[in-house]
């Protein structure tokens, strides 16, 4: 009884995502932290409102946050279709339970809001949907998060005065709310929800914003303006990309502040430099035949970038075939293992380079073979055999052998097996080369590198050489992703959101 009453709570909730139009402007929902409990400060006051009321509190000094009805969770369910419905949701009955995702329609980005039909059965962890998903055939896509309904946030301040507001709750301030004592702080609005782990704290953003954001802890807040600006561009058109593929559709917020979107920390770092390399790019993104690019990027190429379906095993994107990026390495042709050894051998213009940028475009690793074994399986594993390369030089398939061997396949499982290498464009330096690229393996391996990441889209090091050497930040983002046009015109049209409507 008490379970069916949960669900029935739980489906008197419409699941609309965060993003919103503001003034013309798109604000997204950053996911930032989970936990049992976080504290909040600020140098002014920090406004708490319930997103679903008109109450609101204000506070000020540190604040600390905890969840109460921890007798109740997060369900998470299996969305097995969904149905298309226009912006004006009044017919949408109580029961019912809408989502929004983002679509490119006409040239532009559309938020689409879609009725959502669900399995008649809930899980509580996402693991345990993640399972099921896998068992039955459903993507990872189709699982949501339903959040659990009346719970409530307990606010205490730093005299020990306590109060409470029903989740979710939106805080902001005038000046930047730092969170858990952190280095940096985040302007905006911070959304306050409860999920399975606790309390879910997501930053509400302007996209400059958090471009702005993403920029300096992506390529330095020292690099040279043109560069900065190319960051801004492709971190833009990155993450237009990614709200197109809608991949935490159903987590509750847009986009994560780690690599596996982009890294975001709010402020931090963020200095004029930084503000005029967003500003004098604004809303600028890179379009292929009308429609995103997939602006991927990465530390180092090591001579040359890769094409993307050596690196992902996807459909070949015609902007990301590989160029060269170092004049030197032009006339070698990588993917045969004699021309990336002599390259691999020689030194590459390093003048104006920082510490980070040399370390990650020539670097050396040693690796025992009792280690190798026990990330490989392999049982001594004697020779090591290059089965082929990318046009970047990186290895893309190799066989290790022994007394058993291992064919290992793809650029990241190569780099794990050798212990986390910075890149897969490598050679044994210590291991007799014979015929059929096979390398005798001793009892410690030598291992000569370059370049650092996938290795394909931009190279933000050689970004930074080309800003260096006087390129402009559109030269230096064709010359990467050739054949791309520019378009700053993307924005939907300006419509009010409830949360404008209401205040």
């Not at 490119?104 to 008649?120: A, C, H, I, N, S």
């Not at 040693?366 to 082929?388: D, K």
Request: with cysteine; hydrophobic share 35%; glycine share 8%.
């Amino acid at each position: 009884m008490r379970i069916c009453l949960i669900f029935a709570l739980i489906f008197l909730l419409n699941l609309i995502s965060a993003a919103e139009i503001r003034d013309g402007r798109l604000w997204l929902s950053i996911h930032i932290t989970d936990g049992s409990s976080h504290s909040l400060s600020s140098a002014s006051a920090i406004s708490l409102s319930e997103e679903n009321s008109p109450l609101s509190i204000t506070c000020s000094g540190k604040l600390q946050l905890q969840l109460t009805n921890t007798d109740q969770q997060t369900f998470w369910g299996i969305v097995n279709r969904s149905i298309p419905i226009e912006q004006d949701t009044s017919t949408v009955t109580d029961d019912e339970s809408v989502r929004q995702k983002f679509v490119w329609q006409k040239g532009r980005l559309e938020l689409q809001k879609e009725l959502l039909m669900f399995e008649d059965r809930y899980f509580p962890t996402k693991e345990a949907a993640i399972r099921y998903a896998d068992e039955t055939g459903y993507t990872t896509q189709q699982i949501q998060a339903i959040p659990m309904q009346n719970a409530r946030l307990k606010i205490t301040d730093e005299v020990g005065g306590v109060q409470y507001l029903q989740l979710p709750v939106r805080a902001s301030g005038k000046n930047s709310i730092v969170i858990d004592g952190k280095e940096t702080g985040f302007d905006g609005e911070l959304i306050i929800s409860a999920t399975d782990n606790g309390l879910q704290l997501c930053n509400l953003v302007s996209m400059e914003d958090y471009v702005a954001g993403v920029v300096p802890n992506e390529i330095g807040n020292n690099a040279p303006m043109e560069a900065l600006k190319t960051q801004a561009v492709t971190a833009r058109t990155h993450a237009l990309s990614l709200l197109l593929m809608n991949r935490h559709l159903g987590d509750g917020y847009d986009l994560c502040c780690n690599t596996h979107c982009q890294v975001y920390k709010g402020k931090y770092l963020v200095d004029t430099a930084i503000i005029k390399s967003v500003t004098s790019t604004a809303d600028s993104v890179m379009l292929y035949n009308n429609y995103p690019a997939d602006a991927v990027y990465h530390s180092s190429c090591g001579g040359k970038t890769e094409a993307n379906q050596n690196a992902w095993n996807g459909k070949p994107i015609a902007f990301l075939q590989g160029v060269t990026c170092h004049p030197q390495a032009d006339s070698l042709d990588l993917t045969l293992e004699e021309n990336s050894i002599q390259w691999l051998n020689m030194e590459s213009e390093q003048n104006g380079m920082s510490s980070w940028e040399k370390r990650s475009e020539e670097w050396s690793r040693s690796i025992s073979r009792a280690t190798l074994e026990m990330n490989s399986g392999v049982h001594n594993p004697r020779y090591l055999r290059v089965l082929r390369r990318g046009v970047s030089g990186r290895i893309l398939r190799l066989k290790i052998s022994g007394d058993s061997e291992l064919n290992v396949e793809g650029e990241f499982r190569i780099r794990k097996v050798f212990g986390g290498l910075p890149s897969s464009f490598f050679y044994i330096s210590n291991g007799i080369l014979s015929q059929g690229n096979v390398y005798t393996l001793n009892s410690e391996i030598k291992i000569i590198g370059k370049g650092f990441g996938h290795g394909v889209g931009l190279c933000q090091v050689g970004a930074l050489q080309k800003a260096r050497n006087g390129w402009v930040w559109h030269d230096i983002v064709s010359s990467y992703y050739p054949g791309v046009s520019y378009s700053a015109d993307w924005l939907p049209s300006y419509i009010p959101t409830q949360h404008e409507e209401d205040n």
